[in-house]
T-cell receptor, first 114, second 111 residues
């Protein structure tokens, strides 16, 4: 069974440019998370989806970040415009009843803003 | 707001020595999960504890959940180089599905 797939793995952009990350969760997982992880720190939740509904986006900086999961399967996370402080790893994760609420993470998208 | 405090931030051990990391929550948790993240990798699920006072073992790893369901620990016996990485706890509240992550404990094996 395929795991959580993310792309791109690595992205380097100049500040003020836009960037988008894509995530395809494990098949059948209704819950999808986007996390941000800075070096040496734990993951910070940005947004959680239950199917296509964003049920927790309280930590998402809505002035520059947006996310969507239109059909309740794959999801995109966008930053526009990017700032230097956005440099981090953006982790997508999914879970569902089939996995007993265990969260499975993708490899992450490593963003460097210069 | 609710926090999960994890200590220590780093632990340096000689190969063969034991390692322990502790998590403490300000509120009662419905369950707690433990993850391992290798350098350059992503968090990988290790185990979930649900019951008060629960103890689970995976080979050299022993996980405990406190009686009050506010604290947890992970103990590794006789560390090996393959144990290197950062160990995170993540607690879930009763009121919703929000998962609160500790800051992680980085296990470093001294050469």
């Amino acid at each position: 069974e395929a795991g959580v797939v993310q792309s791109p793995r690595y992205k380097i952009i100049e500040k003020k440019q836009p960037v988008a990350f894509w995530c395809n969760p494990i098949s059948g997982h209704n819950t999808l998370y986007w996390y941000r992880q800075n070096l040496g720190q734990g993951p910070e939740l940005l947004i959680r989806y239950e199917n296509e509904e964003a049920v927790d986006d309280s930590q998402l900086p809505k002035d520059r970040f947006s996310a969507e999961r239109l059909k309740g399967v794959d999801s995109t996370l966008k930053i526009q415009p990017a700032e230097l402080g956005d440099s981090a790893v953006y982790l997508c994760a999914s879970t569902g009843e089939s996995s007993g609420n265990t969260i499975y993470f993708g490899e992450g998208s490593w963003l460097t803003v210069v | 707001g609710q926090q999960v405090m994890q200590i220590p931030q780093y632990q340096h051990v000689q190969e063969g020595e034991d390692f322990t990391t502790y998590c403490n929550s300000s509120t009662t948790l419905s369950n707690i999960q433990w993850y391992k993240q290798r350098p350059g990798g992503h968090p990988v699920f290790l185990i979930q504890l649900v019951k008060s006072g629960e103890v689970k073992k995976q080979k050299r790893l022993t996980f405990q959940f406190g009686e009050a369901k506010k604290n947890s620990s992970l103990h590794i016996t006789a560390t090996q180089t393959t144990d290197v990485g950062t160990y995170f706890c993540a607690g879930r509240r009763d009121s919703n599905y929000q998962l609160i992550w500790g800051a992680g404990t980085k296990l470093i094996i001294k050469p």
